[in-house]
């Protein structure tokens, strides 16, 4: 039977992780779980704990790449066979976990992307900002991996094995969604989307504003185009 970890990133989601938590829980299958506390300042941790998850406390915020790579590193440290990353907000519906899983326990895919633009969930509205920044790395991505990427920015990923292996020793810090993609396609990772649907977050506010987002599409731009310049230093086809 595979070993499979869920991991969620969580920064002051005291409002939303009791209710994550317990929808992990009811699940179809059996999963670990491993909060990562991103140095949050309310009652996170406190919350996770008493829904009875393993928790792993960063000493102050680091950002969502250091709190996944983190959870990837515990996967990789107890051997799991496949990670799936739900975020701490509630906006990850586990009712499409099994698909996305199941790509990577099939051993078909390495990196596997829930998208919010496949048929047939078509009707995810996000603000305008957000859906040009959307446009932009989709077409970028898929124009250098020279494979279609619909949704670039999602953070309801599956990982194999192997992808926890390589992610786990180096993972893009900031906004590191895009970027994952071009640093799994150049290491010879099997990128796959399949689709899902997705929720408003239940309590709090997302960090991400307009001025955020132009940041964000400038930063990882050119953290891309420095990626595509590196040499293939990873990826043991062995471990597929």
């Given amino acids: ?49 008493a829904s009875e998850a393993s928790v792993v ?46 790509p990577v326990l099939n051993l078909e895919a390495d990196l596997v992307i829930g998208s919010r633009f496949i048929s047939p969930f078509l009707g995810y509205r996000s603000s305008l900002i957000r859906r040009v920044g959307i446009h932009f790395f989709a077409n970028l991505i898929s124009g250098i991996i020279h494979s279609r990427i619909t949704d670039p920015t999602s953070g309801f990923q599956a990982f194999s094995r192997r992808a926890i292996k390589v992610f786990a020793q180096s993972y893009p810090y900031d906004f590191p969604e895009p970027e994952s993609i071009v640093v799994a ?13 997705m929720r408003k977050r239940l309590a709090g506010r997302t960090s991400i504003r307009y001025l955020v987002t132009f940041y964000y599409m400038v930063k990882v731009t050119f953290a891309i185009l420095i990626d595509m310049m590196k040499k293939n230093k990873g990826g043991d086809s062995s471990e597929r």
């Fill in 1 to 49: 039977m595979k070993r499979i970890l869920a991991i969620v990133p969580a920064f002051n989601e005291g409002g939303n992780i009791k209710r994550t938590l317990e929808e992990i829980k009811g699940a179809p299958f059996l999963m670990d779980v491993v909060v990562v506390d991103d140095g949050s300042s309310d009652d996170t941790r406190r919350e996770a704990l």
């Fill in 57 to 102: 406390s960063l000493p102050f915020n680091l950002g969502i790449g250091a709190a996944v790579q983190t959870g990837l590193l515990y996967a990789q440290h107890y051997s799991y066979d496949a990670a799936v990353r739900v975020d701490g907000d509630g906006q990850h519906d586990i009712h499409y976990l099994e698909d996305l899983l199941r």
């Fill in 185 to 197: 396609q150049r290491l010879g990772l099997r990128v796959r989307e399949v689709p899902v649907q």
